[in-house]
């Protein structure tokens, strides 16, 4: 029981991290700005401020090829997981 349980579960816990990493991407514009610490948040509110769209434009087609590949690795861990979700 504990077996079959687990796995089922487990799959809304690896769809959950990867959500979950998405919005840390998002997060990290206002929490580094807040405290001042140096890093992509930073840079992207300096580009913002300054109105440099190139730096913009780079570091948000950067996140976004991060959160979908995060993604995507997370539907291929959840077929090996639970064969339910593989297409023949």
Do not use: W
Not at 5 to 32: D, H, M, P, W, Y
Not at 39 to 54: F, L, P, Q, W
Not at 56 to 85: E, H, K, S, T
Request: aromatic share 10%; with cysteine; hydrophobic share 60%.
């Amino acid at each position: 029981m504990r077996v079959h349980a687990f796995r089922a579960s487990l799959v809304t816990i690896v769809t959950l991290i990867a959500a979950t990493i998405a919005q840390v991407i998002a997060g990290l514009i206002i929490v580094e700005t807040v405290f001042q610490i140096p890093g992509i948040g930073s840079v992207v509110y300096e580009a913002i401020r300054t109105k440099d769209h190139n730096v913009i434009v780079g570091v948000l087609v950067m996140a976004v090829f991060f959160v979908i590949m995060i993604n995507f690795a997370a539907d291929i861990f959840c077929g090996i997981i639970d064969p339910r979700f593989r297409e023949d």
